[in-house]
């Protein structure tokens, strides 16, 4: 009996790792908008995510540098730097694994590890994602996971993603925490493809029952393989 499950779940294994996130014919990008990709960028792929947000008189900058080690695998950092402060607000590390890869039904999840540096808080984030192509040209992305710090939270993101022609797209994107409240924002964007390497792209979001208020961000995301 040993031997048949041993067996079973050895052919499982192999299974997946014939299934393979390829390597896309125009940059796929976390932005704009919170919600992330199940996939990888695929193998020897580094990529720059990078923008401006502007709430409240502050200036924020936030770039997201991730490499692909596979076609399933990836290593990733973050940082937030903030102008008014004049001090780094978020570092993070963390790793992108593609758990599942099929073109109807992608699973993958994010692992992050938010540095401790500048009195920033020590803490972790889990979080999976999952999309379906609802037409050729309409997308639902989904994601779900927790964020494990003094106050742990669960988080959720909506994503309705819109292609409107080959170089523009555009979506909308209810997301927040669940803790003691239910907090939910909403945003919606655009992003233009200017080459298949590189995407501008433009964002506003509103906090709808909480203290978040309005935020303009503008910024894009570029790609290079080795």
């Not at 048949?4 to 125009?26: D, P, R, V």
């Not at 695998?73 to 978020?90: H, L, M, P, Q, R």
């Not at 599942?100 to 999976?128: C, H, K, R, T």
Request: aromatic share 12%; charged share 15%.
């Amino acid at each position: 009996m040993r031997k048949k499950i041993n067996l079973t779940i050895l052919i499982f294994l192999l299974g997946l790792l014939k299934l393979s996130a390829q390597y896309s014919e125009t940059i796929d990008s976390g932005r704009p908008g919170q919600a992330i990709g199940a996939n990888t960028i695929g193998k020897n792929v580094f990529q720059i995510e990078a923008g401006m947000d502007y709430s409240s008189k502050v200036f924020i900058t936030n770039s997201f540098f991730r490499y692909a080690i596979s076609d399933r695998f990836e290593v990733n950092s973050g940082i937030t730097y903030n102008f008014s402060d004049k001090n780094i607000s978020a570092f993070s590390v963390g790793t992108r694994i593609n758990l599942y890869d099929a073109d109807d039904f992608p699973i993958g999840v994010q692992v992050s590890y938010n540095i401790p540096i500048e009195n920033l808080p020590n803490s972790a984030s889990v979080v999976f994602a999952t999309s379906k192509s609802l037409t050729d040209k309409l997308n639902l992305g989904l994601n779900l996971g927790t964020t494990i710090s003094k106050n742990t939270n669960a988080l959720y993101v909506v994503n309705l993603s819109y292609s409107v022609n080959d170089k523009i797209g555009i979506f909308v994107e209810p997301y927040g925490t669940i803790s003691n409240n239910f907090e939910m924002n909403f945003d919606t964007g655009i992003s233009y493809l200017l080459n298949k390497n590189l995407k501008l792209d433009f964002l506003t979001s509103y906090g709808l029952n909480n203290e978040n208020g309005l935020l303009l961000s503008l910024g894009g995301s570029w790609r290079t393989k080795n």
